[in-house]
């Protein structure tokens, strides 16, 4: 089970941050030679689409990570593995408010929307730096 829950862990940050780096780096420059109808048309197709994809990640992370916490770290004194461990949450833990934020067909978010990439950005180097905390603990 724990192999597993690993994979599943796994698959999901690829995807998460793939389809981040996919929104970021390839779709939404490409569909700036667009007409604006048809640009606002095909990101809020995307977002529709993304919602779910991201919704569904959030879920698999945190649930995959519940478990590889009480495997792996929950019988461990406070100490380096926590204090990194805990950064990673919190890091994690923005991603997914940020995520939620993009998605969430909520009016307040409108502004939050507008500013798509910068945010996206943002997400995408916290689950860079996410990733790189994942690599040293496994190295612990």
Known sequence: MTTFMQWIHLSAAV???????FLLFLLIPSAR?????QHDALLKRVQGRFRWVSWSVIVL????GLYNVRAYYWELAWGRAWFWLTIKIS???LVFAVSLALTLPLPF???FREQ???WL???LALAMIVILISAYLRRG
């Open 15 to 21: 995807i998460g941050v793939g389809g981040i780096a």
């Open 33 to 37: 030679v667009l007409a604006p109808e």
């Open 61 to 64: 992370l945190t649930g995959s």
């Open 91 to 93: 890091l994690a833990l």
């Open 109 to 111: 978010l409108a502004r």
């Open 116 to 118: 798509r990439e910068r």
């Open 121 to 123: 950005s943002v997400a």
